[in-house]
């Protein structure tokens, strides 16, 4: 069974600390998002990782997927309320079927 | 584009009571997931459509569910009979192919 862990599970930090969230598997995926959530809403999609040994920055976010395309991380810098949320990674088993880490809640305190 | 549009919002029912929860895609989008999402299971899949068709419903509890999509701009997913471990929030997602999946709102059930 494949399987995305995530940690840290909840984190909670103050306005303008740096925090990093890990999404760890055993299995090889062929692409790997990053999604948001807040409440009452939907996944809302923030990147996606494709290439092992990827980097992608978005504003102060960098995302970087492991060489071996199994692991992904994502750095946050000087973090904000605005980011208070749900991050789920998510990983494309093949054939389109994208499976579910159990995510990392964040709360940024201003 | 409204985007996926899921309905009901909020449902709440008694054990034994039929849920029929309901999704329309974004138009051009081939693909359609049906996701539960509990605290303590997290975003788990049911089950997904390619072109209409089921392709895996491999994440679909037991045979008290049941997903169908008739047509491109419709699907259906169906619970009968209810129980309260079904409670949770049910998201149907679209996508055009592979990566960026597109969420709806949610369809909040609760079973009493």
């Known amino acids: 069974t494949q399987l995305l862990e995530q940690s840290p599970q909840f984190l909670s930090i103050q306005e303008g600390e740096n925090l990093t969230v890990y999404c760890n598997s055993s299995s090889v995926f062929s692409s790997l998002q990053w999604y948001r959530q807040e409440p009452g809403e939907g996944p809302v999609l923030l990147v996606t990782v494709v290439t092992g040994g990827e980097v992608k920055k978005l504003k102060r976010l960098t995302f970087q997927f492991g060489d071996a395309r199994k692991d992904s991380s994502l750095h946050i810098t000087a973090a904000q309320p605005g980011d208070t949320g749900l991050y789920l990674c998510?990983?494309?088993?093949?054939?389109?079927?994208?499976?579910f880490g159990a995510g990392t809640r964040l709360f940024v305190k201003a | 584009d409204a985007g996926v549009i899921q309905s009901p919002r909020h449902e709440v029912t008694e054990m034994g009571q039929e849920v029929t929860l309901r999704c329309k895609p974004i138009?051009?989008?081939?693909?359609l997931f049906w996701y539960r999402q509990t605290m303590m299971r997290g975003l788990e899949l049911l089950i997904y459509f390619n072109n209409n068709v089921p392709i895996d419903d491999s994440g679909m509890p037991e045979d008290r569910f049941s997903a169908k999509m008739p047509n491109a701009s419709f699907s259906t997913l169906k619970i009968q009979p209810s129980e309260p471990r079904d409670s949770a929030v049910y998201f149907c997602a679209t996508a055009e192919g592979p990566g960026e999946l597109f969420f709806g709102e949610g369809s909040r059930l609760t079973v009493l």
């Open positions: 998510a990983g494309d088993t093949g054939g389109f079927k994208t499976i």
């Open positions: 138009s051009g989008h081939d693909y």
